[in-house]
């Protein structure tokens, strides 16, 4: 039997984090447990006023916060504040597949939009690998608003 996951990040700010990478996937917000988001309107501001009804201190309220792929089929991506800095390259990290089924200059064009796309976020751009056949069909390597290391393949 398989198993689902749900991917971790240890962050500065987990709501603004979660935002990016809500972005670059096209990911959600869920809602608050027993909470009916409607339809347009902001998960987050449902957190906040759930929050608020139940006590939570203000200086407490961005401690955590998730994403979720709204077909069911990604992991959850789950976003908790931590003190530290981030000290090192990261062991783990993401691959977004931004080029599925291209090739050559055409793949290497996608990406290079999804790049700027993403840059406008708030990502910053590492580096291009250009592709070397039969190996590698090319990557930018990237950054996230807190210096996360992942690739758009």
Request: aromatic share 6%; glycine share 8%; charged share 30%.
């Amino acid at each position: 039997m398989s198993r689902h996951i749900q991917v971790t990040f240890d962050a500065h700010d987990p709501r603004a984090l979660s935002s990016f990478w809500r972005d670059v996937l096209g990911y959600v917000h869920p809602g608050p447990p027993g909470v009916e988001v409607p339809e347009g309107a902001d998960p987050l501001a449902a957190w906040d006023d759930f929050l608020t009804r139940i006590g939570v201190p203000e200086e407490q309220r961005n401690t955590r916060s998730a994403i979720e792929d709204p077909e069911g089929r990604g992991p959850r991506l789950f976003f908790q504040q931590v003190p530290e800095d981030k000290a090192a390259k990261n062991r783990v990290h993401l691959d977004v597949r931004a080029a599925p089924g291209l090739e050559g200059e055409e793949r290497m064009t996608a990406l290079e939009a999804e790049c700027a796309r993403l840059v406008a976020l708030g990502a910053a751009r590492v580096r291009r690998d250009e592709p070397a056949p039969p190996l590698s069909t090319g990557y930018i390597v990237m950054t996230d608003p807190e210096r996360n290391e992942f690739c758009l393949d």
